[in-house]
């Protein structure tokens, strides 16, 4: 008896708390915000970047890329996305450029970190690629895959060390 006035208690408060929140959630509603055509322009070159990316043709994906980020400096997707290409052509001081800004304007996200480590990598900077690796496991302490790379980093680290002395 006592277990059914608490349920249906419970089922009132939430009708009210509901019942509170529906004008707001109406007036939002009808408050929808017009895209502009500067908008459309600047998603129809990332979906065509995107496009291009997905289908490995990284020279077209680049140039739209860049083209993106001339309108829009702060989106680190395409700092990444740029990156990921030079990683693949191999172009490892453009890949480092690119991760690290995309590392600058979202510095809390681990992948980010992964990438500009792995361009370190690829420059033989492990002492900075470790760095990189150690941060990205400060934000994600349970990725065995993130510690592999640590663990692979500082063995090069090490075999260098030995090798210049």
């Known amino acids: 008896m006592i277990a059914n006035i608490s349920i ?3 089922v009132v408060i939430i009708l009210v708390i509901l019942g509170r929140r529906l004008p707001d ?3 939002k509603f009808q408050e929808t915000r017009q895209v502009s055509s500067e908008e459309i322009t600047l998603y129809g070159l990332i979906a065509q970047a995107d ?3 997905d ?6 994906a680049e140039n739209l890329y860049v083209k993106v980020a001339t309108q829009d400096p702060d989106n680190p997707k395409i700092y990444s996305r740029l990156g990921a290409i030079y990683l693949e ?3 490892y001081y453009d890949a480092k450029d690119a ?7 979202e510095p809390d996200l681990a992948s980010r970190h992964i990438n500009l480590g792995l361009s370190y990598m690829g420059l033989k900077d492990y002492y900075k690629a470790s760095e990189s690796f150690r941060n990205a496991l400060k934000l994600d302490p349970k990725n065995n895959k993130y510690e592999r790379l640590l663990d692979k980093t500082l ?3 090490d075999k260098e060390k030995r090798k210049n002395k």
């Open 55 to 60: 289908k490995n043709n990284f020279e077209e």
């Open 155 to 157: 063995k090069l680290q």
């Open 89 to 91: 052509q191999k172009n």
């Open 99 to 105: 991760f690290a800004q995309a590392v600058k304007l």
């Open 25 to 27: 959630a109406r007036k």
């Open 8 to 10: 249906i208690a419970a």
């Open 51 to 53: 496009e291009a990316f």
